[in-house]
């Protein structure tokens, strides 16, 4: 027997006593469509969660970043009314289009000439921002639960 038979006999042993449930295939399915080829990954590297205790304005944001390809992204995560506030800055600096990727669509945005955007009323949920460069070029931060 071959690794690959074995490989299909565990595989059809696992299938038959715990099947992978739909909608865990078809999240699965909807990730690998939403890669984007060419886009520079930046990974998170650092991450604070709010205090606990509220701020006199309200609720802390949480803060992230992300780097690579040269590229640092800086983000700030507030809840808000409706849904939460997405703002950060690009660095260095570009004048680039923002989306925010989420599993059932996009919303989107711009940097302004320091780099800096806001994007409000995003539901809660997976999201991945999306910086698309005035080269050409782009970058894709990791994803993270709002």
């Not at 945005?109 to 994007?119: D, H, K, P, Q």
């Not at 999306?130 to 639960?145: I, Q």
């Amino acid at each position: 027997m071959t690794d690959a038979e074995l490989l299909e006999l565990v595989s059809a042993a696992f299938r038959t006593v715990e099947p992978v449930p739909e909608a865990v295939s078809a999240a699965a399915r909807a990730a690998f469509g939403r890669r984007v080829p060419g886009a520079v990954p930046a990974r998170l590297v650092s991450e604070t969660d709010p205090p606990v205790t509220a701020t006199l304005r309200g609720p802390a944001p949480r803060l992230l970043t992300f780097e690579g390809g040269g590229r640092t992204v800086e983000v700030e995560l507030t809840p808000a009314e409706r849904g939460f506030e997405i703002a950060g800055r690009l660095l260095p600096p570009a004048d680039a289009r923002v989306r925010v990727r989420r599993t059932d669509g996009e919303i989107t945005g711009r940097t302004g000439s320091g780099g800096r955007f806001v994007v409000e009323e995003v539901p809660p949920g997976p999201v991945s921002l999306l910086f698309l460069l005035p080269d050409g070029s782009s970058v894709v931060t990791g994803w993270v639960r709002l």
